[in-house]
Every structure is written in structure tokens, then in C-alpha cells.
């Protein structure tokens, strides 16, 4: 059984510009959540989809958005990005609430 | 709000000897808690959960957690440590708002030495 498959798995990008991440959950899966990693503030939960609906959202500004297609595979794109936005972005994808399945992450270098 | 509080940066074991990693926990309802591993350049993975029913709770790679309602405290453990469970250790909980919200402590460095 195929794992979470994050696209892509490294970029660099200006500030300002925008970015596109990919995820692509476990067959069968319909729940995708989002992470942000990054050494200061460790795992912040960005926002979680299921059924193409946006269940549950963090406290991040509205330049961090998602959405979730009807294959669940999903998708997060940040707009106008900030130095401090680079990060790990993980995606998780879950049948069974709090058993998340990781994918290896997607790291944003912001210069 | 549920949080989960994770006091030791780093823990230092030696091959072979027991290792406890330590969370604690603060829930409004019944506590719904996690541990998650996550291996150098990679995602994390699942290690265990608890829910409801016995206070010790097996996971993968021999590693069980200890659920302690009293203190508040839900720690990994392991009776004999490997060099190759050296990792970044996560204690998470649920939300109590949505079940599908995962809230992951800030982490814990176990280094195991030859």
C-alpha cells in the first residue's frame, strides 16, 4: 500500500512569491491534515480536510490556504510568502482519528 | 484548550538501559493521547494511543506508554533502548473541539549511546 506522497519534497522560492504543495493521501483515506514544522515553534496544525470540506483550521494568516479534491488528494498554497515562513510542511492523511500517516514533507526555503 | 507539555528537550540513554521519555497532558474532557517518532529528514510515524482501558498501552518497536490520570501524565516507555531509536519524540492529543485535530507537543531529542 502506497504511503503519503508530498510534492515537492524541496524548494526555494522569494519572498513574495507564492507556492503550491502537493499531497497525496493513503487509498482510502479521506481525512488530510497540514503541519507546519519548523525549529522555533515545532508542529503547528494548519488545517485539516475531509470529503473536499475544510473541517478545521489554525491560527495562521489567510496567506495559508488549502483544499482537498474528490480523489482526496490535497492541496495548500501560501501566498506573499515571508522569510519566516520557511518550514517543513507535512501532510497527513487518516481513516481513524489521531492515527495520522505522514508524508516525508515538503521543506520551503523563503530568501 | 488541550495541550500537551513535553519538559525535556533531550534525553540520553545508553544501549540497552530502560528509557522513559515524559509527557504530560492538560484536557477539558477525556483524554485522547498519542505518541508519534519522527526519524532524521522524514515525516513522523505512529508509535501508539490511548483511548480508554488499561493504563499501559503497547505500540510499535517495543515501545508501550504509561497513562497516569492522576498526574496528568501519559509517558514512552521502553525496558531495553536500541541505537537505532534515536530519534525526535512527539507526546499529541486531541482537541477537544474536533476529533480530527491533532495537537503535537514540541517535541523530545532521544539519543541512544553505543
Known amino acids: 500500500k502506497a504511503g503519503v506522497t508530498q510534492t515537492p519534497r524541496y524548494l526555494i522560492k522569494t519572498r513574495g512569491q507564492q507556492v503550491t504543495l502537493s499531497c497525496s493521501p493513503i487509498s482510502g483515506h479521506r481525512s488530510v491534515s497540514w503541519y507546519q514544522q519548523t525549529p522555533g515553534q515545532g508542529l503547528q496544525f494548519l488545517f485539516e480536510y475531509f470529503s473536499e470540506t475544510q473541517r478545521n483550521k489554525g491560527n495562521f494568516p489567510g496567506r495559508f490556504s488549502g483544499r482537498q479534491f474528490s480523489n482526496s488528494r490535497s492541496e495548500m498554497n501560501v501566498s506573499t510568502l515571508e522569510l519566516g515562513d520557511s518550514a517543513l510542511y507535512l501532510c497527513?492523511?487518516?481513516?481513524?482519528?489521531?492515527?495520522?500517516?505522514f508524508g516525508e514533507g515538503s521543506r520551503l526555503t523563503v530568501l | 484548550a488541550q495541550s500537551v507539555a513535553q519538559p525535556e528537550d533531550q534525553v540520553n540513554v545508553a544501549e540497552g538501559n530502560p528509557l522513559t521519555v515524559k509527557c504530560t497532558y492538560s484536557?477539558?474532557?477525556?483524554?485522547?493521547l498519542f505518541w508519534y517518532v519522527q526519524y532524521p529528514n522524514r515525516g513522523l510515524q505512529f508509535l501508539l494511543k490511548y483511548i480508554t482501558g488499561d493504563n499501559l498501552v503497547k505500540g510499535s518497536y517495543g515501545f508501550e506508554a504509561e497513562f497516569n490520570k492522576s498526574q496528568t501524565s501519559f509517558h514512552l516507555k521502553k525496558p531495553s533502548a536500541l541505537v537505532s531509536d534515536s530519534a525526535l519524540y512527539f507526546c499529541a492529543v486531541r482537541d477537544d473541539s474536533s476529533a480530527s485535530k491533532i495537537i503535537f507537543g514540541s517535541g523530545t531529542r532521544l539519543s541512544i549511546r553505543p
Open positions: 497527513a492523511s487518516s481513516r481513524v482519528p489521531g492515527e495520522l500517516f
Open positions: 484536557v477539558s474532557g477525556n483524554p485522547y
